[in-house]
């Protein structure tokens, strides 16, 4: 085992973690803006592509790090699935079984993916996955690959170990032991499918459009307990490339599709780095 994954196991993730959040939503003026600069230079982040592309008028870095797109940045293809958001293939493909691959020897079920709820990952057995992950320089908001209507949310906590590739050849069941948001949605084209939104080390929090507190933001507080709120007589129904959610400083979101509902794109591969909007499944 690598040296950087061995530190993870005695570093303080919940304590880095919970600073790393609030110095991200304060509003420090000039240091703020140093501190945007400075991560603009060195992950060599596309302002261009953003909304507002002036630095200096953000006035936190969770304000510049979750930033919107302008309109047109992100074509949608015309695609049974598109990609939900813009980062790297980390694995897809099929589920064996309850078995979902994460990297040469190591594998994970779907039913620790989604918090133990049994009825749910059987609903997957023999499907499809995909992971993907978010670096530092991308797009931080996440969209739909097809139209769904949202059934439940649930918040598993758990680890806050790094996402990254290495960690994931090192660290077994890593997206399935760290802390993470399962947002299950069914389809009338592709039956059901989920959403897992995985934390990671300093990223501060998750949210989605339709949690009804401030910003949508699920995490902070961290509970202690699996918890889950339903929405099937709601009829929250979020449109193919419709924005769901979001990272409050970023990481990797895992896909469960039920079994010959979608035929992956012939051009996918692990590491290949993917845009929002592009096919994902046709």
Known sequence: MKLAVLLQYITPKQAITALAGKL????GGNTTTTVIRWFVRRYNVNMTEAANPDIASYKTFNDF??????????????????????????????IEKDQIFQAKGHSYSTMSLVGGNEALAAKFENGHFACLYLSP???HRIHMPCDGTLMSMTYVPGALFSVNPTTAQGVAGLFARNERVVCEFTSIQHGRFVMVLVGATIVGS?????????????????????????????????????EMGRFLLGSTVVMLFEKESIPFNNDWHPSKSIQLGEMMGN
């Open 137 to 139: 320089k991308d797009y």
């Open 65 to 94: 790090f979750t930033r919107p797109l302008k309109a047109g940045a992100r074509p949608i293809a015309p695609a049974a699935f598109i990609c939900p958001v813009d980062g790297a293939i980390s694995q897809f493909g099929r």
């Open 24 to 27: 991200a939503h304060l509003e």
């Open 206 to 242: 998750m949210a989605t459009v339709w949690h009804d507190a401030t910003g949508g933001i699920i995490n902070p507080p961290r509970a202690k307990k699996t918890r889950t709120w339903t929405y099937a007589d709601q009829n929250i129904t979020l449109k193919q490339g419709q």
